[in-house]
């Protein structure tokens, strides 16, 4: 081989230094399969009424469909990350996007319940492996500053819109198709994905000489699961339930105990130099509160354009719509052309307060139809917002990291993501179901004074929806304050340069991850 000529980055032959000239291709796989993980958390929260109803769901049960999926995939994402830098990233995103075709078709032909929530654990763990090798895949085919920016900023729209696009798909698809499809339109999505995989993504061997950390997956994996399972049961149990008390209890000690011992494994599971980091930190905790908040958001909005103001599942998808675009612009128009000559904080803190001025503005809403003049204003401000958050997180988060541990890292990146909306879901929907109850349950008595204990049809039902209405916005307001509180957290641990100061780095203006280093 001349002198010329070299083994680039991503393992193909050809002029030394120059960056693979399909890497833009490579780029739209890594969004499709990005798009299908994001899809899967939001698509089937319209389809679930359907589901239940065929499948004779209780309301007690009903709740698995959606959280064997985010358990699965917020434990199990750490292991997902240190797997894919074990066997190779390629290979890791190729086994993951298979694996989630096949529990996606198992899902859609569910005969029973039992059936539904497994395929959707199965899911869970297939996305748990493809989503850091996706992220990690992206962070080592784009080094130049600029060009990073841009992958980012496509990135960084797909994660923050996906679950906006996934309410609108479920909703076109329920309607229109079946519920079944909301779990089989994964499928021809992952084969052509996988058919892209093997054409334009290119990755380093695997480090065989390593070892998986199987304490550290078994105390850092239940730690998480305990902790998300015992946000879940909040909402029906209450905080004060010794098992939801036991499960947060037991979950913070398992993962206290996984922080002592990745100090002392020899293969570590997640090891401490990367969270060690200022700025890496401050970009996953800015991460993890900005989806709390934004999770409830969704969850929210969707009973109220529904339950309150009566629209049909297409309807609804349509009208997050404006949100999806918002992020989108933040992320790609925005975010993407100036994280390169801006601090990352610069963007991040704005972003997080525009979001959280989006949601305080939903505080005033009420049972009457207000879509146009509450619900449309709070969705760009909330969509800019999040736009300007998610690129230079993930950049931050990303940056200056070493082969050998970028697949985890993109990991952790993602479990803050995950572990942030499981519990913002739980936290803030146990906030608004107990608020309403309490306000119900008062204006209920004192109409029933006034009207001497005679209380009409309408007059019930015109208290509820105010009491529904009541519990969202209180909710939505704590929502905003820990909005605000990302905010702090970004403008405080955040101090990285722009990647503009030093050529070739990157978000942090630190050295490109996939420049070759020695192994630890």
Same mark, same amino acid.
């Given at each position: 081989m001349s002198q010329s000529q070299s083994r680039t980055p991503q393992g193909r032959t050809g002029t030394a230094g120059a960056p693979d000239p399909r890497r833009w291709w490579g780029l739209v796989v890594i969004a499709l399969a990005q798009l299908m993980v994001v899809l899967?958390?939001?698509?089937?929260?319209?389809?679930?009424?359907?589901?239940?109803?065929?499948?004779?769901?209780?309301?007690?049960?009903?709740?698995?469909?959606?959280?064997?999926?985010?358990?699965?995939?917020? @434990?199990?994402?750490?292991?997902?990350?240190?797997?894919?830098?074990?066997?190779?990233?390629?290979?890791?995103?190729?086994?993951?996007?298979?694996?989630?075709?096949?529990?996606?078709?198992?899902?859609g032909a569910a005969t029973g319940q039992?059936?539904?929530?497994?395929?959707?654990?199965?899911?869970?763990?297939?996305?748990?492996?493809?989503?850091?090798?996706?992220?990690?895949?992206?962070?080592?085919?784009?080094?130049?500053?600029?060009?990073?920016?841009?992958?980012? @900023?496509?990135?960084?729209?797909?994660?923050?819109?996906?679950? *906006?696009?996934?309410?609108?798909?479920?909703?076109?698809?329920?309607?229109?198709?079946?519920?079944?499809?909301?779990?089989?339109?994964?499928?021809?999505?992952a084969l052509i994905a996988l058919a892209g995989a093997w054409v334009f993504l290119h990755d380093r061997r695997g480090h065989g000489g390593a070892r998986l950390d199987v304490?550290?997956?078994?105390?850092?994996?239940?730690?998480?699961?305990?902790?998300?399972?015992?946000?879940?049961e909040a909402q029906p149990r209450g905080w004060g339930d010794g098992l939801v008390i036991g499960?947060?209890?037991?979950?913070?000690?398992?993962?206290?105990?996984?922080?002592?011992?990745?100090?002392?494994?020899?293969?570590?599971?997640?090891?401490?130099?990367?969270?060690?980091?200022?700025?890496? *930190?401050?970009?996953?905790?800015?991460?993890?509160?900005?989806?709390?908040?934004?999770?409830?958001?969704?969850?929210?909005?969707?009973?109220?354009?529904?339950?309150?103001?009566?629209?049909?599942?297409?309807?609804?998808?349509?009208?997050?719509?404006?949100?999806?675009?918002?992020?989108?612009?933040?992320?790609?128009q925005i975010s993407a052309r100036l994280l390169h000559l801006l601090p990352p904080r610069v963007l991040m803190v704005p972003g997080t307060v525009l979001a959280a001025a989006g949601l305080f503005y939903l505080t005033f809403l009420t049972a009457e139809p207000a879509y146009a003049s509450h619900v449309l204003p709070a969705e760009l401000l909330v969509g800019l917002g999040m736009g300007l958050i998610f690129m230079p997180v993930m950049a931050t988060a990303t940056s200056g990291v070493a082969p050998q541990d970028s697949g985890v890292t993109s990991a952790t990146v993602n479990t803050a993501q995950q572990v942030g909306g499981s519990i913002g879901t739980a936290l803030l929907n146990t906030i608004a179901t107990s608020t309403s109850a309490t306000y119900i349950g008062s204006h209920l008595a004192n109409a029933a004074k006034e009207a001497g204990g005679r209380l009409t049809p309408g007059m019930r039902e015109g208290v509820v929806k105010d009491g529904v209405v009541h519990g969202f916005t209180v909710a939505i307001g704590w929502g905003a304050g820990i909005m605000l509180l990302a905010a702090v957290v970004a403008g405080v641990m955040v101090n990285g340069k722009a990647s503009g100061h030093a050529p070739g780095a990157g978000a942090s203006g630190t050295a490109p991850e996939d420049a070759e280093a020695p192994a630890r």
């Open positions: 899967d958390a939001t698509i089937v929260n319209i389809a679930l009424p359907s589901a239940q109803r065929e499948l004779h769901m209780s309301d007690a049960n009903r709740q698995w469909v959606i959280t064997a999926y985010t358990l699965a995939f917020g @434990g199990l994402l750490l292991l997902g990350g240190r797997i894919a830098d074990l066997v190779g990233r390629k290979r890791a995103f190729t086994v993951g996007l298979v694996g989630f075709a096949v529990a996606s078709a198992l899902g039992g059936l539904l929530f497994g395929a959707r654990a199965l899911q869970g763990v297939f996305a748990a492996l493809l989503a850091p090798s996706a992220l990690s895949l992206l962070t080592t085919t784009f080094t130049d500053g600029k060009e990073r920016g841009k992958a980012f @900023g496509i990135y960084g729209a797909i994660a923050g819109g996906g679950s *906006a696009i996934g309410l609108i798909a479920g909703g076109l698809l329920t309607e229109y198709l079946d519920w079944r499809w909301c779990l089989y339109v994964n499928v021809p999505i304490p550290g997956v078994v105390l850092g994996c239940g730690g998480l699961v305990a902790i998300v399972y015992g946000c879940s499960l947060l209890v037991g979950g913070v000690a398992l993962l206290a105990l996984f922080t002592w011992w990745q100090g002392r494994a020899r293969f570590p599971l997640l090891p401490l130099h990367v969270v060690r980091d200022r700025n890496r *930190a401050g970009a996953f905790l800015t991460m993890g509160l900005a989806v709390v908040a934004m999770f409830g958001m969704f969850l929210f909005m969707t009973y109220y354009l529904q339950v309150i103001l009566g629209y049909s599942p297409v309807k609804t998808g349509l009208a997050f719509l404006p949100l999806t675009v918002a992020i989108i612009i933040g992320s790609t």
